[in-house]
């Protein structure tokens, strides 16, 4: 499935006015407000609520919502909703971590790739040919198992491995484009290097897609990661929100209506990719105003 | 402006109404309207609890008359998929899991059963066995009129075959066994075979041929094994009728998912009288799936057993489909599977091979808390490296004098600290015991990765680091793969480990010799997987060990000797018990009936074992009125 | 067609190819475990005892050439794939890879593919519907709900569609590929019973890629939108419909093609889960199984067919894409 928007470019105008339009755009502010209200969830929470819940054996086992846990426990006695406050940040951890470095490696490469072509093109395109036909899967479950215990961040980064190569087809493609321009084209008429253009003209440019591209990474990210953890490769020792899907899916909560348990984490990942997804389309927007009047 | 309805709202909306389809909601032909709530009271550490658990509206029975299902038994297989379908050799590693959906089950037979219940080892494809003076002879009688399916008696010349093929191929599974302990395998005549013994072995019958644990070895045919390569030959031919075994049922069908089998009525056993055909006409093994797919099937009574069952969808099915039943009738419903979680040292690495260390890192660790852990509550411990069959646990009733001396079950933080102190380690940073030498006091515990193994080696790894990290003693878990960690394990290349152990089950012999001191290879060199990979020495325990390897089990001489091995064992504490393997193996008596339970303990009730077979036999149709 | 072109990217084909086998080749070789102790310590842990295991670990070890120098292992393996020979599996020895890969291709093509290329056709008609002026306003705010799906987790919509469709109301069945116990011989009912136990499984991977095509091509479309192109259309008086597809469905659909050849590779990787959950024999678990098991060979194989099967579509895209728009030249510029 496609992991990431590929826009058409409209360059030449400055970018400043449009980022005005921000604070208009309902779909950007109530997506900025959803995940500001999970971050808040992640940050606040464990000021409110005990880390005693997220360990073994801390409340009965697999009791439905009471008063005193109230998204009741799990099949190993955590607190659901410990395990969901303390959660979130890893999770989110991980989400911008791997993001972060694919964006940023993709940025990078995108840019060389699509500003100078020749050899270092080809072989910066294939790389990221060759790294998106290699089954993650098979990687990923060697790389798990070669590390012992795998943290959040190691993780992360070996979630960004595979993170790199649609920021970089993207980037580079915009890159592709750009450089043929007018603006460009005058600013190497009157004299000015290559790298100041790369940084200083096509980049600022091409920042709604890099946040675009960023938005799709971090969901891609967390999808990923869950994913992982649901297979049992990710972090154990640290709570985070895939390691209750993991446990829960072990346990066949969904089989035993413990919906207490799979339907939290389950609702929170949605609106964590509701929210990155209202900002992903309303990026697009501001990278191509023509997007704005056509859909919602 | 256009649209007043937003993404979001409808978005919210979907999710609310998606929780609300969480909720019981009514089926139409409902018997209560509402979820109602049971009591249940369980045996928790030998304390009566009551729990309450929500009980789903029930669904309706399945119509009885179904005649195609009433003839058929199906059950479900572990181990996943079957990649590769169409290999019936039982000596090639390739053979799992096809081999227990259903082969040795029900295809093959074995020279003998072990029945853990009665704690005998029975005849079946023999008739009897006996031992020369100094236990280096074995003599077995062939019983008269056993067949192979091809309609060829089955001799002595089968088993000296099968025997001595093993011998001579090290690759094949229990050919280095054979290769060990046989020195010949000859025909006397053809109802007898005498295997020479390389040394004496009173247990040789017990090991290999009575299905002490899962499977035995299982003869093979001469007429049909002589020309083929055994480390290649596939053994599948279904136009050939091949597999050619003794037993009840023929393989008709096979897929990586599903395997399908017939009754042969020319079985040699009702043929004889012997014993009367099976009442299945029909067996189908299913590859039984995900945990929430299990319940469902078991529900529906579209299995009639499975493998295993967690404990909270146990009780689903069990709310669902009155029917369906385990070993117990109370909570926790299971039975013990004989290999127990253990925690073994490298007593080759320190200051692991100290055994007052040993002991501080056995006080630190709560076992009751974590066999509760990893049985949503009922978990039990284990006190030895065994199970706690029948002659086993009076064995261990006997010795608790022993164990009050060594309280190797005891959960006390302050004397782990007290001892670790006593050997000049302070308190460093971050509360971590620091050595004399300025060294961290650091463990490094090796297990399963939860991806292979399951959550429950998360929640030990995860407890581990808890405790010790109680008393000052910084763990690193490491996760591996099954493969890794075996690897590992066999090389020597870990400092301690949680393990399990396949060892005893009615005589002590086997679990003792798991820790004799010619198992200790230096660290580097390959271990037989789960014994001697601690490569503990201890020239007294293993010299009784010997003595006991001399005596037939039964023997009242046993006793004694257990309990000085025992001392020494506890003493040193290479290794402790954590906790048994519980497990509900469950049936539904909708079709089937006469499954082996504790009210009904004619035999032991795994059913993707060899001894599948002895109860597989019992069964009875399900009378049409008992249905509900 | 330039020669040149062609050459050159055939030659990065085949690049392509050998970087991504040789990494096949390096990285399960890299990780801790073998393959014969994997099997025999699955074996073990079953409870089936191995007695003498060091000893059958070694005799294999050398009957499958893993006790060699990794640099002649390394040159076997590229002849061999050179030949087509994905030799025999180490965890099924002695069953050939190919034949274990051809026993569960069926499955993922029937089952994944066909899902994927319904998620994709569907996603792409909406996601270009979505655009279209035409298109009624009540539909282009109902669509964009499909992303909302999206946005749980596939495996989780598997699990939920499993316990309310076939638990609950007994809809589907709970797996499987056919109802246990049916002949395995081709017939009309056979093939309606794969297919009533292939909706479960095909509606959880569509309903989730659907929403991510449904936005790739509306992003496609809008780029075309305001095409002169089309404006002509519509001054020479052609109908709407005919414009939307012919023209500015046409045109818009290319890249997104292009990313549906390459995500046929991570859709393998993917479908493990949806394989676990309702026990369908494909390729993805095959994977996944070979994986724990250490099964190099198995592993090699599975993955070079994939990097083969994704490469030749890329390569396929690649020639036949600047036939389809001839705004793209062949040159270098």
Redesign the interface.
Known sequence: MASSTVVSVVPTQSVRWRFRAFFRDWKLVTGVAILLGLLLFGLVGPLVVSEEGTRLGAGEYSAPPSARHPLGTDSTGRDVLAMMVYGTRPTLRVGFLAGGIGILVGVILGLISGYYRGPVDTIIRSAADITLTIPALAVLVVLASFLRTTTVELMAVIVALFAWPWPTRTIRAQTLTLRESGFVSMSRLSGRNDLEILFLEILPNLLPFIMASFVSAVSGAILASVGLQLLGLGPILTPTLGLILQYAFEYAAIVRGMWWWWGPPTVFLMLLFIGLFLISMAMDEIANPRLKGAAE | M??K????G??LL??AL??T?????T?PQVIESTPRTVEVTRIVAGTPET?II?V?PEMPTPEPVDP?RAR?L?LGF????V??P??ANPF???R?PMI?AGLHQAVFESLFYLNYETGEIQPWQAESYSFNDDYTELAIKIRPGVEWSDGQPFTARDVAFTINMLKDN????????M??WVEAAEVVDDSTVRITLTAPHPRFVLDFLSV????SIIVMPEHIWKDQDPT?F?NLDLEKGWPVATGPYRLT?A????F?YERRDDWWAAKTGFHALPAPE?L?F??Q?????????L??N?VDGLPAL?L??Y??AQARNPNVVAWLPEPPYAWI???PFYFEFNTTVQPWDDPEMRWAVSYAIDKE?LA??TN??SGLTAQFLFSTYGALSSLLEKNQALFEQYPVMEYNPEKAIEIIESKGYTRGAGGFFVGPDGQPLTLEIMGQ????G??AW??S???F??YLAAVGIQV?????????????A?LGDFEARQA?L?GSVTDPYTTLNAFHANRAVPVG??????KGAGRWVNEEYSAIVDQVAQLEPGDPHIDELFTQALEIFLRELPAFGLYQQVRIVPYTSTYWTNWPTSQNNYIHPPN??MTTHQFLIELQPASQTASR | MNLVYLLRRLVTFLLIVWVAASINFIIPRLAPGDPVAAMLGRMSQQGASVAGSAQIIESYRQQFGLDEPVTIQYLKYLAALARFDLGLSLSNFPTPVTTIIMRALPWTIGLLIIATLLAFSIGTLLGALLVWRSTPAAARTLLPLLTVLAAIPYYLLAIILLYLLAFRFNLFPVGGTTRIGSANELSLSMVLDVAHHSVLPALSIVLSAVGGWMLGMRAMMVGVIGADYLTLAEAKGLKQRRIFLRYALRNAILPQITGLAISLGSIVSGAVLVEVIFSYPGVGFLLYRAIQNADYTLIQGITFFLVLSVGIAILILDLVYPLLDPRITYQRR
Do not use: F, H
């Not at chain 2, 090290?170 to 066994?177: E, R, S």
């Not at chain 2, 990765?449 to 292979?452: F, L």
């Open positions: 256009k649209k309805i937003s993404v979001l409808l978005g979907l999710i998606l929780l389809s969480c909720r019981p909601a089926t729990i929500t789903e195609e058929t199906i572990e181990g996943g998929q990649a590769s169409d290999i090639i590693p390739a799992w227990s090290p690759t094949l599974i229990n050919g280095p066994a290769e060990q002490q644990v899962w499977g290649t596939k069908q897929s990586s998912t599903e399908s029909k189908i299913i590859e799936g995900t945990e929430d797919r299990r319940a469902a099937m529900s529906e579209q967690g909270g969808a009780r689903v599977d004989p290999c808390k509760d852990l949503e509550g990765t939860p991806s292979e399951g959550v998360g929640i790894a995860s407890l680091t808890e690193t878990p490491k996760l591996l793969s099954v493969s890794a960690y075996q690897d590992a066999s399990w396949c060199e390959r271990t037989d997987y789960d993707w074992w």
